[in-house]
């Protein structure tokens, strides 16, 4: 057995050297497939946190009349807790409410002046309400009228800014299918590629297969060295395929900050180098391989 696989990996590291153009335009099929493969996941990290600054700046403010007990407010943050629909809610007192307000003005002059004259507070506590899903806002708006605490309420920010939230909700539920739509569909090009490509490599050596078969080798013999061939396209494609990449985001992540501040991709590709890296590949043997057994099997009727 040992004796038959070192010939085995033999064989299949002599086809890979005798057709070196062949292996050379495998290999680059190889390394855009990985590369798609690559692309996909960043893109789906990309997305995520696009996604998820959207879902931060969706929220319902609940603002309370002046005269509602601070105890009461605190009462119907609970209840709302207990939403299903809910996933956080934020209680902002008066005197929190007006910090804040004096925070993002205080640049402005006029408005600095016109709070310092004023007696009271003029601001009302409020709660802000974050859903579980963009798309039962809603739900919660309809809960928030029908209550018998509805005439403590001033106001609801959900009827304001329905549209909005509603137009928000729709990009991300788009986004989140448009991503699975595109990984798949890119996923089943690069397979489909790689096969024929590989499927090609095997097809100039039909004649060498059929003697092999005439003389009566096993099909795991004739077989193994196009399985060797294949993982040694794969760990090809992905070793230069990673290194594509790693030059891409490096150059790319500052641009993409400029967007979306919150993500630094070359922190995260740095931190995850090791785990996409040991993606790319198994992938790339895995597609190398079943392409390999795929074609052979298919072509050439073993």
Known sequence: MI????????????????????????????????LVFESLILFSVV???AIDILKEKIDI????????????ILNIKKIIENFEEVEIVE??????????????????PTIKQAIEELEENPLSALINIKAKDPQQYSVIADKLDNNEWRPLIQKVTYRQNQV?????GKIIDLGNKAGLIITIVLALVAIVVTFNTVGLAIYS???????MRLVGAPNAFITGPYMVEGIIY??????????????????GAPYLRFFLSELDLTAYFQKNFWALFGYQLLFGILLGVISSNFAIRKYLSI
């Not at 209680?91 to 402005?108: M, N, T």
């Not at 909005?164 to 928000?168: A, G, Y």
């Not at 290194?243 to 150059?251: K, P, R, S, T, Y």
Request: no cysteine.
């Open 47 to 49: 997305t995520k946190t």
């Open 234 to 251: 794969g760990i090809i494609g992905a070793v230069v395929s990673m290194l594509i990449i790693w030059g891409v985001v490096a150059w």
């Open 91 to 108: 209680y902002i007192s008066k005197e929190r409410a007006l910090a804040v307000f004096k925070e993002k003005h205080q640049d402005d």
């Open 61 to 72: 403010s609940v603002y309370f009349k002046p005269a509602t007990p601070e105890q009461e």
């Open 164 to 168: 909005v939230i509603d137009r928000l």
């Open 3 to 34: 004796t038959s696989l070192s010939r085995i990996i033999k064989f299949g590291w002599q086809n890979f050297w005798r057709n070196k153009w062949l292996a050379a335009a495998t290999i680059i099929i190889m390394v855009m497939s990985l």
């Open 205 to 211: 050596n039909r004649d060498e297969i059929g003697i």
